[in-house]
C-alpha cells in the first residue's frame, strides 16, 4: 500500500483563508488610521451628504417645474440617484484610494518593495487601503432608496432585491475595472492622478436616466464606458422599468469584459515594468 501523502489536493481553500486572513488585516491597519484622525472621518461623511443633499435638491427644484423627465418621474430619480451614490460609496470605500496611490507606488519605487510580498500584486495595490466613512455614506444612500421606494409604492420581492445586490456588484466591477485599467498609464507617465480623477468625474453620468441621451453619446457611454448601465440597470430592476433582460446581461458582460482589459493591459504593463531604480 503506497504511504506517500496524497498533495493532489487543490490548495485554492487554504489560498482563500491566507487572503481572508490578509485582507483582515488590511482593514484592521485601515480602521486604526481612521481613528487616528476622527475629526477628518466625520468632516469627510459630512462633505459627502452634503453634497448628495445638494443633488436631490436639485432634482426637487427640476421637478416644480415639471412632472417628468422623458418617462422618469421625480422620486424614480431619486431612487436611480440614491443607487448611483450607493455604488459610487462602495467603490469609493473598497478601491478609490488604492487606484489613486498606484501613480506613487510606481513613482516612488514602493511598488518594488511590494513585487517581494508572498501575495497576488493587483490584489494588495486594490484593496491596500479602506475607507470606512464612505460605507456610512452608502448605508444613506440606502435609506434615501428605501424612502423613495414607499414614495413609489414599491414592495420588491426578495429576488428583485438580491438581483438588484448582484447589479450592483456587477457595477462595482465596471468601476473598479475603468479605474484600474486607467491607473496603468502610470507605468508610462510621471503621474496619473489627472486620468483617475477625471474618470471619477463620470460618476455623475451614471446619475441620469439614460432614456435622455440619444445617438453617438448613448452608444459611447453604453458600449466603450458604460455609465450609463451601473446605475441604470440596477434601479429599472427595482422601478420594474427594464425594457428587456437583455439589459442585466449586458452589464453583467460589460463588467467581466472591462476586468478582461483591465487585467491584460496590467499583465503587459508589468511585463515590461523594470523598476523605479533603473
Given at each position: 500500500?503506497?504511504?506517500?501523502?496524497?498533495?493532489?489536493?487543490?490548495?485554492?481553500?487554504?489560498?482563500?483563508?491566507?487572503?481572508?486572513?490578509?485582507?483582515?488585516?488590511?482593514?484592521?491597519?485601515?480602521?486604526?488610521?481612521?481613528?487616528?484622525?476622527?475629526?477628518?472621518?466625520?468632516?469627510?461623511?459630512?462633505?459627502?451628504?452634503?453634497?448628495?443633499?445638494?443633488?436631490?435638491?436639485?432634482?426637487?427644484?427640476?421637478?416644480?417645474?415639471?412632472?417628468?423627465?422623458?418617462?422618469?418621474?421625480?422620486?424614480?430619480?431619486?431612487?436611480?440617484?440614491?443607487?448611483?451614490?450607493?455604488?459610487?460609496?462602495?467603490?469609493?470605500?473598497?478601491?478609490?484610494?488604492?487606484?489613486?496611490?498606484?501613480?506613487?507606488?510606481?513613482?516612488?519605487?514602493?511598488?518594488?518593495?511590494?513585487?517581494?510580498?508572498?501575495?497576488?500584486?493587483?490584489?494588495?495595490?486594490?484593496?491596500?487601503?479602506?475607507?470606512?466613512?464612505?460605507?456610512?455614506?452608502?448605508?444613506?444612500?440606502?435609506?434615501?432608496?428605501?424612502?423613495?421606494?414607499?414614495?413609489?409604492?414599491?414592495?420588491?420581492?426578495?429576488?428583485?432585491?438580491l438581483g438588484f445586490l448582484l447589479l450592483c456588484v456587477a457595477s462595482l466591477l465596471v468601476h473598479y475595472s475603468l479605474m484600474f485599467l486607467l491607473t496603468t498609464t502610470s507605468f508610462w507617465t510621471v503621474k496619473a492622478q489627472g486620468v483617475v480623477w477625471g474618470y471619477y468625474n463620470l460618476f455623475n453620468l451614471a446619475r441620469l436616466p439614460d432614456s435622455v441621451?440619444?445617438?453617438?453619446?448613448?452608444?459611447?457611454?453604453?458600449?466603450?464606458?458604460?455609465?450609463?448601465?451601473?446605475?441604470?440597470?440596477?434601479?429599472?430592476?427595482?422601478?420594474?422599468?427594464?425594457?428587456?433582460?437583455?439589459?442585466?446581461?449586458?452589464?453583467?458582460?460589460?463588467?467581466?469584459?472591462?476586468?478582461?482589459?483591465?487585467?491584460?493591459?496590467?499583465?503587459?504593463?508589468?511585463?515590461?515594468?523594470?523598476?523605479?531604480?533603473?
Open positions: 500500500m503506497n504511504s506517500t501523502p496524497d498533495n493532489s489536493r487543490p490548495a485554492a481553500p487554504s489560498t482563500l483563508r491566507r487572503y481572508f486572513g490578509i485582507y483582515t488585516m488590511l482593514w484592521r491597519n485601515a480602521l486604526v488610521r481612521e481613528m487616528g484622525f476622527k475629526v477628518n472621518f466625520i468632516l469627510w461623511i459630512f462633505v459627502e451628504m452634503l453634497w448628495f443633499a445638494l443633488q436631490l435638491a436639485f432634482i426637487a427644484v427640476i421637478y416644480s417645474h415639471t412632472d417628468r423627465i422623458d418617462d422618469w418621474s421625480q422620486w424614480q430619480v431619486v431612487l436611480l440617484m440614491s443607487t448611483g451614490h450607493f455604488v459610487q460609496q462602495i467603490f469609493t470605500a473598497m478601491f478609490l484610494s488604492n487606484c489613486v496611490q498606484v501613480s506613487d507606488h510606481i513613482r516612488t519605487g514602493r511598488l518594488d518593495f511590494m513585487m517581494l510580498l508572498p501575495a497576488n500584486l493587483r490584489f494588495l495595490l486594490s484593496f491596500r487601503v479602506v475607507d470606512f466613512g464612505a460605507f456610512i455614506n452608502a448605508a444613506s444612500a440606502i435609506a434615501v432608496m428605501i424612502y423613495a421606494g414607499s414614495k413609489l409604492g414599491l414592495s420588491p420581492s426578495a429576488v428583485q432585491v441621451f440619444k445617438g453617438g453619446f448613448k452608444v459611447f457611454f453604453t458600449f466603450v464606458l458604460p455609465m450609463l448601465l451601473v446605475a441604470n440597470v440596477p434601479a429599472k430592476l427595482i422601478v420594474q422599468k427594464l425594457n428587456s433582460p437583455l439589459e442585466m446581461l449586458l452589464l453583467v458582460a460589460m463588467s467581466l469584459a472591462c476586468f478582461a482589459v483591465s487585467e491584460a493591459l496590467w499583465r503587459f504593463s508589468l511585463k515590461r515594468y523594470t523598476s523605479a531604480s533603473s
